[in-house]
């Protein structure tokens, strides 16, 4: 996934929590899909539906692991990365 500022206001309230995070967990790829802007990120546009924005996806080799709708809070996205991603 890419990581870039997003336009709508949950978004952008997600992207701080999504630097902090990815700062504490180095080893892990954290990014943002910008699914609102045409033309961008057609291939997991195709593969998974989205609902609400934003949704947090937890890859791990290339399967997704699971999906969390809305603003995922830090100490929950923390969790769920050591409970599912740093096994």
Same mark, same amino acid.
Do not use: N
């Given at each position: 996934?890419?990581?870039? $500022?997003?336009?709508?206001? *949950?978004?952008?309230?997600?992207? *701080?929590?999504?630097? &902090?995070? &990815?700062?504490? #967990? ?9 699914? +609102? ?10 593969? =998974?539906? #989205? ?5 947090? +996806? #937890? #890859?791990? +080799?290339?399967? $997704? ?9 830090? &100490?929950?996205? &923390?969790?769920?990365?050591?409970? =599912? $991603? $740093?096994?």
């Amino acid at each position: 996934m890419t990581y870039g $500022l997003a336009t709508c206001e *949950p978004c952008k309230a997600y992207d *701080p929590i999504l630097e &902090a995070t &990815a700062a504490k #967990f180095p080893e892990i790829k954290i990014g943002k899909a910008k699914m +609102h802007v045409p033309g961008r990120c057609r291939e997991i546009k195709k593969a =998974h539906t #989205f609902e609400t924005y934003p949704t947090t +996806h #937890f #890859f791990a +080799h290339g399967k $997704l692991l699971l999906t969390r709708e809305g603003v995922v809070e830090p &100490a929950e996205l &923390a969790a769920l990365i050591s409970d =599912h $991603l $740093l096994t």
